[in-house]
Structures are given as C-alpha cells and as structure tokens.
C-alpha cells in the first residue's frame, strides 16, 4: 500500500516538475512548444509565439511593459491564443539546456532576423501573420490587431475546406483564394506545397494561376540574386551593374521581377554616377509594371533627383 502511495506521489510530484518547467516564464506563458501545441489542439486555439530578447531588446522590454502586462492583454488575448515565450536573452541561468536548444532550433525554422517577432500559428505551428518590431500601440490597440489578424487564419481554413471538397481548376482557386491572404514571403515560405499543388492543377495555364505562381517564385529567386550580388559587391557599384544585367538576360523577367531588377540596377548606376542609365532603368521598371504600387514611389525619385538635376544644369 505505501509502495503504490509512494509511486502516486512521486508522479504527482513529477507533473508539477515539468508543469513548472512549461509555465517557467508565469503570468500566463509558457516555454515548452510542444505543450504549447498540445494545449492549442486539445482547446481548439492558435498560438502566439513571442521571440524576444528580454534583458536587452528595448523595444521587448516596452512591448512586455506596455502590452503582455496589461490587464487587456492578460484577459482578453489567452482566449484565443496559447501564449508562448521563446526567449535570447544574455542571461540563461534561468533557462534549461532544454529551453535553450528549443528557441535556437525554432528561431532557425521560421527565420527569424529581428526582436521581438510575434508569430501567430494554427495548433500544429503553421504561421500565418508576421509583425517584427513594436510601434508603441497601447494594449487595447495591439490586442485587437491581433483578434484581427487571426481572421486570415479563419479564412485560409474556410477556402482549404472548399478546396479539399472540390477537384481541377475549382480546387486550384479556392487555394489561391487562401495563399492570396498573406504577403508573398510567407506564402513561399510555408504554403510552398500548395503553390506546387495550383500550378499543377492549373498545368495548361487555363485560369492564369501557373504563371502567377511562377512570376512569385521567380521574384523571390531573384530578390535572393540580388541580395547574394550586394553583399559580394558592397563598395563596387559597377560590378553590380553588370552581375544584375546578366541576370535581366538570362532570366528576361517581365512584370514585378522585372521591376525589382532595374530597380536595383537603376540605384546601383546612380552610384556609378550614369544619371542617364540610371533614368532609363527607372522608367523601364515603370514601364514592366505598371499596376505596381511602387510606380509612385519611382515616379516621385525620377521627379525628384532629375527634375532638380536639370534645375541645377540651367542654373549654370
């Protein structure tokens, strides 16, 4: 009898351990994402991922003072989310090795490159809203934006049953219906398999979703040239000229990729002092894309810069 009242006592003993090891950072968080999708599931909720530095980020420090403290916060927010804190900071002697290898392993899988990023995920971790910095909101304003937020997850859920219900180009819309709601970064980056499944069901390019998935992916190709051609060229503004017109050769984007390259391209001429390549690259990237919404923005610079060029010519 005290053998069986010893084994129940040292299991109770054990939940409360690791009860306490999942709720380490209190007031309502926990550390452990397993439990924090078990909990998720089994009470039909999302999960709110707070990647913070909390004994150095200012900005962390405010958003936690300001927000995640707050009585709004506090009761409003856990009913719709499971609140989880993926913590860097200096001092981990609060932290276990555990904890420790979790966060850089979960930090490395969505890509995270500032504090604090807040992801909002369905119960098994699919993201599906982004916000990286705080802008100072109250906790009124920020918990509603993310009750807001969280409709886009609802939505996607809504077109992925129609899809699962329907078959061929029908099946392929509702998907398209559902990736369109978030930007294109975190479309390729976590919706990559059902982009693959459209362009598949739409092979002939029937509803113009294959070659609009192309162009997405071609653009995030190209962004990522781009990015490898500045670094290996930083203080060589020529080379990267020429490195970016190779690859308007090769690849002969059109539309947005298009845009991004003779974008670029027109920057990186400007700093080689070709005001004339520089304008022409301008206005051809106007030209590409024409319905893009930087158009006002190339608009604005070509104004700006050359208007006030001639200007300056006249003067003399």
Not at 29 to 38: G, H, M, R
Not at 211 to 226: A, W
Request: proline share 3%.
């Amino acid at each position: 009898m005290n053998n069986t009242l010893n084994r129940q006592i040292s299991c109770l003993l054990g939940f409360i351990f690791l009860s306490s090891l999942a709720y380490a950072s209190g007031d309502g968080w926990i550390v452990d994402f397993e439990k924090a999708q078990e909990i998720a599931a089994k009470d039909k909720k999302d999960i709110l991922m707070d990647f913070t530095g909390s004994d150095w980020c200012g900005y962390c420090i405010q958003l936690d003072k300001n927000v995640f403290s707050q009585d709004e916060f506090k009761t409003k927010i856990p009913h719709h989310f499971v609140l989880l804190k993926l913590d860097f900071p200096k001092d981990t002697s609060k932290q276990t090795k555990e904890e420790i290898e979790q966060n850089k392993q979960l930090n490395k899988e969505y890509q995270i490159s500032g504090y604090p990023t807040i992801l909002l995920t369905d119960a098994s971790g699919r993201p599906y809203a982004k916000t990286v910095g705080y802008g100072g909101d109250s906790a009124e304003e920020y918990s509603s934006k993310l009750i807001d937020m969280q409709k886009s997850r609802i939505q996607r859920d809504a077109f992925f049953a129609k899809a699962d219900a329907a078959q061929g180009i029908e099946k392929a819309k509702f998907l398209d219906q559902a990736i369109s709601l978030f930007d294109e970064e975190m479309a390729l980056s976590v919706y990559r398999k059902e982009i693959e499944q459209i362009m598949a069901l739409d092979a002939n390019d029937e509803a113009k979703l294959k070659s609009k998935y192309e162009n997405v992916i071609l653009l995030q190709d190209i962004k990522e040239q781009i990015n490898e051609i500045l670094k290996a060229n930083s203080t060589d503004p020529a080379a990267c000229v020429e490195a970016l017109t190779k690859i308007h050769e090769d690849k002969k984007p059109t539309g947005a990729p298009a845009m991004e390259i003779l974008y670029i391209r027109a920057f990186m001429k400007f700093q080689s002092k070709d005001m004339e390549g520089a304008r022409a690259d301008l206005e051809a990237a106007i030209q590409a894309n024409p319905e893009s919404p930087r158009v006002n923005e190339i608009q604005e610079i070509i104004q700006r810069v050359f208007k006030n060029q001639e200007a300056n010519k006249q003067a003399q």
